[in-house]
Nanobody, 124 residues
Framework: QVQLVESGGGLVQAGGSLKLSCAASGRTFGSYAMAWFRQVPGQVREFVSGISWNGGNTRYTDSVKGRFTISKDNNKSTLYLQMNSLGPDDTAVYYC?????????????????WGQGTQVTVSS
């Protein structure tokens, strides 16, 4: 089992950048595929980006391609999301999620482990 804690959210102006972190407990972080999701109140939790257990395979939802970068440091048991060129539509609570195995998909039900979320607010 793994426990996840996100950090790095905050208020930023449009066009700015933030880097989210997700610290994981346990010594088997390297055996988990990871992902970032985001959710706006009243809306479905949306897939943002995913990464395989060794970081060799990454994918992004179309709206963040070229702006966001996911990475994973297995030595530090930490997942990251570098977010650049932020816009008001990126405002949401961002969650990291984990699933044991090399790769997981883009659906929230595929991830049994979740952090508590970190708020990202982008002002126009």
């Amino acid at each position: 089992q793994v426990q996840l804690v996100e950090s790095g959210g905050g208020l930023v102006q449009a066009g700015g950048s933030l880097k989210l972190s997700c610290a994981a407990s346990g010594r088997t972080f390297g055996s988990y595929a990871m992902a970032w999701f985001r959710q706006v109140p009243g809306q479905v939790r949306e897939f943002v980006s995913g990464i395989s257990w060794n970081g060799g395979n990454t994918r992004y939802t179309d709206s963040v391609k070229g702006r966001f970068t996911i990475s994973k440091d297995n030595n530090k048991s930490t997942l990251y999301l570098q977010m650049n060129s932020l816009g008001p539509d990126d405002t949401a609570v961002y969650y990291c999620a984990a699933s044991k195995g090399y790769y997981s998909g883009n659906y929230s039900y595929e991830y049994p482990y979740w952090g508590q979320g970190t708020q990202v607010t982008v002002s126009s």
